[in-house]
């Protein structure tokens, strides 16, 4: 399996860009959710969504920030307007039962770098 | 709302062991868990507790108390690729994790 796929890794834009992530899940798992991570903040969840149905976006900081998931192996999330303060690493994760627990368990994918001059 | 604590860094020795604590206040509590976070990377899943108790896995365990909304993670016989950010996360009645700030274990040799 690969594992959750996000792309792309790293990105460089100018404040007023659109900017797009992309998120693969791994297939089979039926939530997917994004977070924020910064150091002041730490890691943020922003909206997650769960069967394709999007079912908390409380997280999501203003309207310059949307979501969609089209289908089961497919997710992206859109900052239009970006600016500076935007600049973070954003992870998908998605879940999965863990056998041994019980536990609904996160699968991270390795992240989009996002800077926002 | 969530609330977690836990230290924000903290220095071992190759083959010692180290305790990392976490405190909490949430509205519900539908679990805790632990994932660790090397720098540049991904957190990854290391332990999950539900119930009061010790939970073991190899050189990790990770203990939980409901009552006084505590848990802690011990990490046994310190290896220096386990230098790395701890989380601790909470899944409130809401059903959403909600991450602690991490705390940095740095292993010296």
């Known amino acids: 399996d690969a594992g959750v796929i996000q792309s792309p890794r790293h990105e460089v834009t100018e404040m007023g860009q659109e900017v797009t992530l992309r998120c693969k899940p791994i297939s089979g798992h039926n939530s997917l959710f994004w977070y924020r991570q910064t150091m002041m903040r730490g890691l943020e969840l922003l909206i997650y969504f769960n069967n394709n149905v999007p079912i908390d976006d409380s997280g999501m900081p203003e309207d310059r920030f949307s979501a969609k998931m089209p289908n089961a192996s497919f997710s992206t999330l859109k900052i239009q307007p970006s600016e500076p303060r935007d600049s973070a690493v954003y992870f998908c994760?998605?879940?999965?039962?863990?056998?041994?627990?019980?536990?609904?368990?996160?699968?991270f994918g390795a992240g989009s770098r996002l800077t926002v001059l | 709302g969530q609330n977690i604590d836990q230290p924000t860094e903290m220095t071992a020795t190759e083959g010692a062991i180290v305790q990392i604590n976490c405190t909490y206040q949430?509205?519900?509590?539908?679990?805790l868990f632990w994932y660790q976070q090397h720098a540049g990377e991904a957190p990854t899943f290391l332990s999950y507790n539900v119930l009061d108790g010790l939970e073991e896995k190899g050189r990790f365990s990770s203990f939980l108390s409901r009552s006084k909304g505590y848990s802690y993670l011990l990490l046994k016989e310190l290896q220096m690729k386990d230098s790395a950010s701890y989380l601790c996360a909470v899944k409130g009645g809401d059903y959403k994790l909600s991450f602690g700030a991490g705390t940095t274990v740095t292993v010296r040799a």
């Open positions: 949430t509205s519900g509590f539908n679990g």
């Open positions: 994760a998605s879940s999965l039962v863990d056998s041994h627990s019980g536990a609904n368990v996160l699968t």
